[in-house]
């Protein structure tokens, strides 16, 4: 009898683990993770890189004395320099004038407002190469100078769009009852903007500016027609690339790299809602 259940009892085979759909999003998202990062590996690496010379291609051991001599080239010194004030500069304009041009169109509703939408999203989707032959035009037209002025204004153009579309959709989802509550208490339309709306749409104003920032920092198309006989960061690690970047490169960026990082680590670490005692 027992025999006779054991052979009619159905056989459980083992289960074969299936690659599904999440398991596959998720593979995949690590594989673009890894890709992305990569670059960033191998520059961090070759920044204590124990070079002889210029060419810092190939591994020939490990040393820390890069960091120390981070500062030895003069001339890329003075381009890291001319790059970071152009993008502080560029970064705090475009901030003021993208914070504006984001509140109007996300809070009113006004003649002309979709064509300038239209124009926002137009210049950020437009190849650099097109802002950067217009501007040399208009430089040029106007007999402007190239130099550090044309290349600040030319960030300042191209950064404006990406403040005023972060600031824009934070405005999009702000809650009208605050400001209404506002302006029962007695506040003014100034006040009500200064007190109540600017501080909640202040983190999308800081994104958009660090956003100016980054994109300021690495541009070169633009930069490269309306520079002149200006030099900045990115010109001069394409003009070195001819005769072999110095490891001086690699640790600039990974510096650069890890303050962005620990900024962004902050800053999430802020906006986290914080436990009540």
């Not at 690496?45 to 002889?52: E, I, K, Y």
């Not at 475009?94 to 996300?106: D, E, F, K, R």
């Not at 900045?232 to 990082?261: C, K, Y």
């Amino acid at each position: 009898m027992t025999q006779a259940v054991l052979e009619d009892a159905p056989v459980v085979k083992p289960r074969r683990s299936r690659l599904t759909g999440g398991r596959a999003l998720y593979i995949y998202t690590w594989v673009i993770m890894a890709w992305l990062i990569l670059p960033v590996l191998f520059m961090i690496a070759f920044g204590f890189n124990d070079t002889p010379g210029r060419y810092n291609q190939t591994w020939e051991g490990f040393t820390f004395k890069w960091y120390g001599r981070v500062f030895d080239l003069d001339e890329l010194t003075k381009a890291l320099v001319v790059s970071l004030g152009v993008a502080v500069v560029s970064s705090f304009v475009a901030g003021a004038l993208g914070t504006g041009i984001g509140y109007a169109l996300g809070r009113f509703r006004f003649r002309g407002s979709g064509t300038l939408n239209l124009i926002m999203f137009a210049t950020i989707s437009s190849p650099e190469l097109v802002m950067g032959t217009s501007l040399l035009t208009l430089f040029v037209s106007v007999g402007a100078g190239l130099g550090v002025v044309t290349i600040t204004i030319a960030h300042i153009m191209f950064s404006i769009s990406f403040v005023a579309i972060v600031v824009r959709a934070r405005v999009l989802t702000l809650d009208r009852s605050i400001e209404e509550a506002a302006a029962d208490l007695g506040a003014n339309a100034w006040t009500t903007f200064w007190r109540i709306t600017f501080p909640i749409i202040l983190p999308a104003v800081g994104a958009g500016m660090m956003l100016a920032f980054a994109l300021s920092l690495d541009d070169f198309v633009v930069t490269n027609f309306t520079a002149g006989t200006t030099t900045t960061f990115p010109l001069w690690i394409w003009g070195a690339t001819r005769v072999g970047l110095p490891p001086q490169v690699n640790v600039m960026g990974t510096l650069i790299f890890m303050a962005g990082v620990l900024l962004a680590v902050a800053s999430s670490i802020r906006s986290r809602p914080r436990k009540r005692s």
